[in-house]
């Protein structure tokens, strides 16, 4: 099961991450039953990562959150040029 919590636009608890794909400053990818959980925003960083209890705690001026299936993966050239 999965859950997300938002707390004033400056933290995001998920609940039921299975990997962590990759973490910047601006944008913050999760993965959660098949899909990726994707955070934006700046200032973003990992404050808790409990893969064990399946827990990604991310802070800092978060500005959306949406959902990508796996196929829709992060290019490094994209990263990478932001």
Same mark, same amino acid.
């Given at each position: ?10 933290? *995001?608890?998920?609940? +039921?991450? #299975?990997?962590? &794909?990759?973490?910047?400053?601006? @944008?913050?990818? *999760?993965?959660?039953? +098949?899909? #990726?959980?994707? &955070?934006?925003?700046?200032?973003? @960083? ?37």
């Amino acid at each position: 099961m999965e859950s997300i919590f938002v707390e004033d636009r400056k933290k *995001v608890i998920v609940k +039921g991450a #299975n990997k962590m &794909v990759s973490s910047t400053p601006t @944008e913050t990818v *999760v993965e959660t039953n +098949g899909t #990726n959980l994707i &955070v934006t925003g700046s200032e973003l @960083e990992i404050t808790n990562l409990n893969l064990q209890d399946k827990e990604v705690w991310i802070s800092g001026i978060i500005t959306s959150i949406r959902y990508a299936t796996k196929k829709e993966k992060v290019g490094l050239l994209k990263r990478i040029f932001k």
